[in-house]
T-cell receptor
Framework: NAGVMQNPRHLVRRRGQEARLRCSPM?????VYWYRQLPEEGLKFMVY????????ESGMPKERFSAEFPKEGPSILRIQQVVRGDSAAYFC???????????FGPGTRLLVL | AQTVTQSQPEMSVQEAETVTLSCTYD???????LFWYKQPPSRQMILVIR??????QNATENRFSVNFQKAAKSFSLKISDSQLGDAAMYFC????????????FGQGTRLTINP
């Protein structure tokens, strides 16, 4: 049973470009969560999605960040016009049901030059 | 708002000995989960152990066990017979069952194993 898949594992962008991060949940999981980890810090919640629905986006910055989880395909975290402060590790997690244990992917390390 | 506090930024232990990592949390809810996740140098987040707040019995997974004190809002992790592969950042996390599904993480404790 494959775990949570994230790609790319590393992403380098210049300021002003767009970053697209992908997450495929574990088989049978319909709940996806995105977290951000700044250097030397714990993970901070960004957004919680179910298929075609954003359930909780209370941790998402108001501008430039968006997320989706379409009926078919992976969940996408999109960052427009990236700035250096967006450099971080972005983790995706999935769970089979709400409130269940979340299993994490390997993360995407975003570096903005 | 729920918060999780790990007061030990760094800990070290001799190989084969026992170490305890501390975690306290603040919540007004009664139904929740608590977790310990491990983040080795690969930076993958690995679930170590989970505790349901309604269970009085402390969770155990092989060499890992917790001391859950609900009234004190304390959730420490004990690692017995420490191994070199246990070296990692350890994060304590909280999840409210009935409400927001986000995990709230502590700042982490970096554990070093001395051979």
């Amino acid at each position: 049973n494959a775990g949570v898949m994230q790609n790319p594992r590393h992403l380098v962008r210049r300021r002003g470009q767009e970053a697209r991060l992908r997450c495929s949940p574990m088989k049978g999981h319909s709940h996806v969560y995105w977290y951000r980890q700044l250097p030397e810090e714990g993970l901070k919640f960004m957004v919680y999605l179910q298929k075609e629905n954003i359930i909780d986006e209370s941790g998402m910055p108001k501008e430039r960040f968006s997320a989706e989880f379409p009926k078919e395909g992976p969940s996408i975290l999109r960052i427009q016009q990236v700035v250096r402060g967006d450099s971080a590790a972005y983790f995706c997690a999935s769970s089979p049901e709400t409130g269940e244990t979340q299993y994490f992917g390997p993360g995407t390390r975003l570096l903005v030059l | 708002a729920q918060t999780v506090t790990q007061s030990q930024p760094e800990m070290s232990v001799q190989e084969a000995e026992t170490v305890t990592l501390s975690c306290t949390y603040d919540t007004s809810e009664s139904d929740y989960y608590l977790f310990w996740y491990k983040q080795p140098p690969s930076r993958q987040m690995i679930l170590v152990i989970r505790q349901e707040a309604y269970k009085q019995q402390n969770a155990t997974e092989n060499r890992f066990s917790v001391n859950f004190q609900k009234a004190a809002k304390s959730f420490s992790l004990k690692i017995s017979d420490s191994q070199l592969g246990d070296a990692a950042m350890y994060f304590c996390a909280y999840n409210w069952i009935q409400g927001a599904q986000k995990l709230v993480f502590g700042q982490g404790t970096r554990l070093t194993i001395n051979p």
